[in-house]
């Protein structure tokens, strides 16, 4: 629905700062964490694809909701499909990128809640994304 690739580069704890590095080595700007532990943002260099790229630390809740939610979508196809139309309907209404978030939040954590994503860190994504 958004013309953004999301770039996750998963390394071990160890690696985030020669991952960083790397990222800063080819044009790519640091915006830190955000509010979301163990996931470093950057903003990519002028004349990138439209991008959201992190490093993100192997086995926090941010990736393994990713993978959560790319794995459930993929194999429920009444989830997959309610979950596009809400980011359709979403793309169609708003520009606003915080909107955007905030109006998919719902769906997401019921797809993360039938993938066994526990209530603690469904909390955890709810805060995170009704920022």
């Known amino acids: 629905a958004k013309p953004i690739l999301d770039i996750d580069i998963v390394v071990e704890r160890a690696h985030v700062a020669a991952a960083s590095a790397a990222l800063e080595a080819a044009g790519y ?26 490093v993100v630390v192997e086995g926090s809740l941010c990736i393994r909701d990713h993978r959560a939610l790319r794995d459930t979508l993929r194999a429920d196809d ?8 809400v980011k ?28 066994g994503i526990a209530q603690h ?6 805060r995170i994304n009704r920022r």
């Open 78 to 85: 009444a989830l997959r499909d309610e979950y596009a139309a």
């Open 88 to 115: 359709l309907a979403l793309a169609e209404q708003t520009d606003d990128i915080e909107a955007y978030i905030d109006g998919k939040t719902d769906v997401i954590l019921k797809v993360l809640a039938q993938a």
């Open 29 to 54: 700007a640091p915006l830190g964490e955000m509010g979301i532990v163990d996931r470093w943002a950057f903003r990519a260099p002028d004349g990138a694809v439209r991008q959201n790229t992190y």
């Open 121 to 126: 860190e469904l909390d955890e994504l709810e």
